[in-house]
């Protein structure tokens, strides 16, 4: 797919496709917020992560609406790449991976909802199936519709949070000599993987490797972005790249292997200069130190903008890029509306109805979570559907 642009995002004239639009949300000119996503960044991070694992397998994590980024244009993406496996958390997200890549095997990770096993046949997905209920209830649908589909196996080795025991699925292996046994994959998660030398980590490795030796022959999945960097002992079958295909750190404390994969711009509002001593926003959280001029634009938390990123007299919030200089929020992250201090900008840099950046090549992902308190998950998973959306595809 080809794009025309100019040099503003907000003036993209797309060429657009069923499978990856160029553009989504309402028009540029009437959004508070502008969103990109750089497609091809996508596509190289996978492609890289790829390399790193080779030969196993490199599928993706689409699930959350692809991180904030858009399941169809992801999975879109991926799929003509080469990638031929994708994990959804539930069937709405199955549905709309299933329309985007009509060939790729579909995993559901929350599993099987009762009552649904028509769905996942109607749309050939896969559930994770993640306790002995699930199991019997999988069982019985397959027996009784002779579906042939396949599902996952979840075997929890130290999250305890979803998947069978190990000695439950050393009870069950045997069923793997059966001609339709029905399982697909055999798979675990890593509790730790973010922190490389935490104990939790080989255990996990090593008690998955035990259940493996048990399904010789079923291809099996232990790691998620932060696991692929935990060597080769965690790599197995296949991989299960999430957030650090969209540009978050998987190696959080060292440099970021990946590119950075969104923008957010936000559109400036209004101008208005705050005297001394004058509070800006709700709870009257910040007081301006002097006289202050105040570039109000319109994101807010309704937008996956976090409100924990606020400013007060306490603390200081994250900052935005403006007129290409870095300067700081003022006071709290409203519903709709974010107060930045461009007084050290000089006179006339910023005007109504400009761009500013909330998020770039000089702001990351992490940097915002950092000054919210939280993961580069959280922000991503929380962008908003108000932004008008620009897919890059090269």
């Known amino acids: 797919m080809s794009i025309a642009e100019t040099q503003n995002p907000q003036t993209l004239v797309p060429e657009q496709t069923a499978q ?16 990109t996503v750089d497609l091809a960044a996508l596509e190289a991070n996978w492609r890289a992560l790829g390399r790193r694992v080779m030969p196993s397998e490199c599928s993706a994590v689409i699930k959350a609406d692809a991180y904030g980024c858009g399941i169809e244009p992801v999975a879109a993406r991926l799929s003509k790449a080469g990638c031929k496996t994708f994990f959804v958390a539930d069937l709405a997200e199955a549905r709309r991976a299933r329309s985007a890549a009509p060939d790729a095997a579909i995993y559901v990770l929350n599993g099987l909802l009762p009552g ?24 019985a649908f397959c027996t009784g519709q002779q579906w042939q589909g396949g599902a996952a196996l979840h075997v929890d080795t130290g999250m305890n949070r979803l998947g069978i025991t190990a000695n439950e699925a050393a009870a069950l292996a ?20 973010e922190v490389q030398d935490h104990p939790l980590n080989e255990r996990q490795i090593n008690l998955f490797r035990e ?5 010789r022959g079923i291809t099996s999945s232990l790691s998620n972005s932060s696991g692929i960097f935990l060597g080769n002992a965690a790599h197995c079958d296949m991989v299960r790249p999430g957030v650090a295909l969209y540009g978050v750190n998987p190696t959080p404390g060292r440099s970021n292997p990946m ?43 309704a937008d996956g903008y976090l409100r924990a990123a606020s400013a007060s007299d306490d603390a200081p919030g994250a900052d935005a890029i403006v007129a290409g200089k870095r ?18 900008l000089p006179d006339n840099s910023a005007r109504r109805g400009d761009l500013i950046k909330l998020i770039g090549d000089e702001i990351s992902v992490d940097d915002v979570a950092t000054a919210a308190g939280t993961i580069g998950y959280e922000v991503l998973t929380g962008l908003g559907r108000r932004y008008h959306r620009v897919y890059r595809a090269d």
């Open 327 to 344: 300067c700081p929020i003022a006071g709290r992250v409203s519903m709709d509306l974010i107060a930045i201090d461009i007084t050290d």
């Open 174 to 193: 045997p069923r793997i000599r059966s001609e339709n046994h029905g399982i697909m994959l055999l798979m675990s998660h890593l509790a730790c993987s």
């Open 116 to 139: 649904t096993g028509p769905a996942f046949a109607d749309l050939h997905a896969r559930p994770v199936i993640g306790s002995m209920v699930e199991l019997a209830e999988w069982d």
């Open 259 to 301: 590119r950075p994969v969104i923008e957010l711009q936000a559109r400036i509002v209004q101008l208005r200069v705050v005297p001394k001593g004058e509070t800006v926003g709700y709870d009257a959280a910040w007081t301006a130190k002097r006289a202050t001029r105040l570039a109000v634009v319109a994101v807010g938390y």
């Open 211 to 215: 259940v493996r030796i048990l399904y």
């Open 20 to 35: 990856e639009p160029a553009t989504a949300g309402p028009p540029a000119a009437e959004a508070g917020g502008i969103l």
